[in-house]
């Protein structure tokens, strides 16, 4: 599938077929090249679990958490050991503020122009778990240009 085809379907323009849209679905899913996923809450527990399945499947790993600068250091250096084919970054971002919520997706797509797997998983304490919604609407608001989109 060439680029245009890629920017058509990213950037919200009428579908030109279902054969290409199964194609781009196929291309995200399957593709070893250039695989984007953003894991909220990856520096430990389900979200650390998460991202390295995805990593293991060939996606590239945003981590993001709360973690002293030496355990954030070492659990990038493991992923990036374990996972020689993917990179794995770290991107500070407390969540419950709305502008580091817009900074962690603005730093991703500097870096890899792309999301293609937003995991919103962050949650340690109350004051976190009220922020889970916001924090998954707002970046998927980000990622989407506002556009509705799907939270499971």
Do not use: W
């Amino acid at each position: 599938m060439g680029m245009m085809s890629q920017l058509i379907f990213r950037y919200g323009a009428t579908c030109p077929s279902r054969k290409k849209y199964h194609q781009y679905v196929k291309f995200l899913l399957f593709s070893k090249n250039n695989k984007v996923a953003l894991v909220t809450g990856s520096l430990s527990g389900i979200g650390l679990g998460i991202a390295h399945s995805l990593a293991a499947k060939g996606y590239n790993i945003i981590l993001n958490g709360f973690a002293s600068d030496e355990e954030i250091r070492k659990t990038t250096q493991d992923f990036n050991k374990r996972y020689p084919n993917v990179e794995a970054f770290f991107i500070y971002a407390d969540l419950t503020k709305a502008a580091d919520c817009k900074k962690i997706v603005d730093e991703t797509l500097q870096k890899y122009g792309r999301v293609d797997v937003l995991v919103n998983n962050a949650g340690k304490n109350d004051d976190i778990k009220a922020c889970n919604l916001s924090a998954a609407l707002l970046t998927s608001q980000k990622l989407n240009g506002n556009k509705s989109f799907l939270s499971t």
